[in-house]
């Protein structure tokens, strides 16, 4: 058996892999194959190959992953860590105050409470008085803050801005433009 182990190395350095990757189809050309360049030239030609690597396959992964989505394992068995590293305090109460004060700005918005009866509930909210929505609303019925809107502050909410009309669009030019109009007129006699 004739020894090609030089080859072998010239091959992976050129390939950058390791030996044991390397692929050759004996033949007379391989023996006879001394220079880096003549190696190349085997591997152009496909006498010299380079295997591919196995990778660890990610379709369990995947499959895994698309019933974590669906919210399956996700029970005690399954849990690593505390609860609060799952879902930290802070996290917690971000969220809650932030959906508290979308509701408060909803309802100030619409007209339905007073500025200072929304900077009340605010600072309340702030204080973590309320548990949830249900709670504020329940706290807002029973205090009588909420209040039937005035219908023209329901109309401006609803009604789109009118598109201006320009002077020019309807033939006419403005009193600004014809004052302004004078003014560079008299100046030209002048000089």
């Known amino acids: 058996m004739t020894n090609i182990a030089s080859q072998k190395r010239m091959a ?10 390397i692929r050759i189809t004996l033949g007379k050309d391989v023996e006879e194959a001394l220079t880096r360049e003549d190696v190349r030239n085997l591997i152009r030609k496909g006498s010299i190959k380079k295997v591919q690597k196995k990778g660890s396959s990610r379709a369990a992964a995947r499959k895994t992953l698309a019933q974590k989505k669906k919210g399956r394992r996700k029970g005690m068995g399954s849990r690593k860590g505390r609860m609060r590293a799952r879902m930290p305090r802070k996290k917690e109460w971000m969220t809650s105050v932030k959906t508290l004060r979308a509701v408060i700005k909803d309802l100030r918005d619409s007209g339905r409470i007073e500025r200072k009866d929304y900077r009340l509930l ?10 949830n929505k249900k709670h504020i609303m329940l706290y807002i019925k029973e205090h009588e803050l909420l209040k039937v ?5 329901v109309r401006a909410a609803k009604k789109p801005a009118a598109p201006k009309k320009s002077g020019a669009a309807k033939g006419q030019q403005s009193p600004k433009s014809k004052a302004g109009d004078k003014k560079t007129a008299t100046m030209k006699t002048k000089k």
Do not use: D, N, W
Request: aromatic share 8%; with cysteine; proline share 8%.
């Open 122 to 131: 605010y600072r309340r909210v702030k204080g973590g008085m309320f548990r």
């Open 12 to 21: 992976a350095e050129i390939l950058k892999c390791g030996k044991s990757r």
């Open 149 to 153: 809107p005035t219908k023209p502050a």
